[in-house]
């Protein structure tokens, strides 16, 4: 089983629709989750960070934190074709403070006009 | 935002040339940062962490002497590899988190450097 799974995709959705990724992770002791956006050819962008069960939001996205299943997922509302991109679940290392993050394989998304 | 600076950000040498990579936190001091490759379609593989003023810890797999890590002050990280060989054609990526025992500091990365070994 892989320490944090997602699904490759790709995820096709229509512009204007919410798109909604998911995350997977096998850890109980990590703390910290992030979403990072990765443009074809570009270094990945940070998105979103949660770190209590629940949803946060930030503008067109939401974060959605769940231990007990350990799961973690991000919405994006009115998906839009600049949205299309790999987006990549992070989470720390266990509970060990040493900020290293695993990533998950990343969810393809594509937004079509 | 935090900006992390990396530099080249594209490399092309011929096989058995050590190449070295910078990575910089421009608006913040970074004591902790992190060097990552990715193969095409493939999501970032840790490759070490980079520690300020100590030693840097590698992941299992990763040879210390081939990829030399230099963390000598809180702003610049370096990655070397040296004796380069095709197979060592990736994108390298480094990040760096606000400060080290704070695991809840996201990590930023720098745009990654392409590098292509003939």
């Known amino acids: 089983q892989k320490e944090v799974e997602q699904n490759s995709g790709p995820l096709s959705v229509p512009e204007g629709a919410i798109a909604s990724l998911n995350c997977t992770y096998s850890?109980?002791?990590?703390?910290?989750f992030f979403w990072y956006r990765q443009y074809s050819g570009k270094s990945p962008e940070l998105i979103m960070s949660?770190?209590?069960?629940g949803d946060k939001e930030d503008g067109r996205f939401t974060a959605q934190l769940n231990k007990a299943s350990q799961y973690v997922s991000l919405l994006i509302r009115d998906s839009q074709p600049s949205d299309s991109a790999t987006y990549l679940c992070?989470?720390?290392?266990?509970?060990?403070?040493?900020?290293?993050?695993?990533f998950g394989q990343g969810t393809t998304l594509q937004v079509k006009p | 935002g935090a900006v992390v600076s990396q530099h080249p950000s594209w490399v092309i040498c011929k096989s058995g040339t050590s190449v070295k990579i910078e990575c910089r936190s421009l608006?913040?001091?970074?004591?902790?940062m992190f060097w990552y490759r990715q193969f095409p379609k493939q999501s970032l593989m840790l490759m070490a962490t980079?520690?300020?003023?100590?030693?840097?810890?590698?992941e299992q797999g990763v040879e210390k002497d081939k990829f030399l890590i230099n963390h000598a002050s809180l702003t610049l990280s370096t990655l070397t590899v040296t004796s380069a060989h095709p197979e060592d054609s990736s994108f390298y990526i480094c990040?760096?988190?606000?400060?080290?025992?704070?695991?809840?500091?996201?990590?930023?990365f720098g745009d990654g450097t392409r590098l292509s070994i003939l």
């Open positions: 990040s760096a988190s606000r400060d080290r025992g704070r695991s809840n500091q996201p990590q930023h």
């Open positions: 850890d109980r002791g990590s703390q910290s």
């Open positions: 949660i770190y209590s069960n």
């Open positions: 992070a989470v720390t290392h266990g509970s060990s403070n040493t900020g290293k993050l695993i």
């Open positions: 608006d913040f001091q970074a004591t902790t």
């Open positions: 980079s520690n300020e003023g100590s030693k840097a810890t590698y």
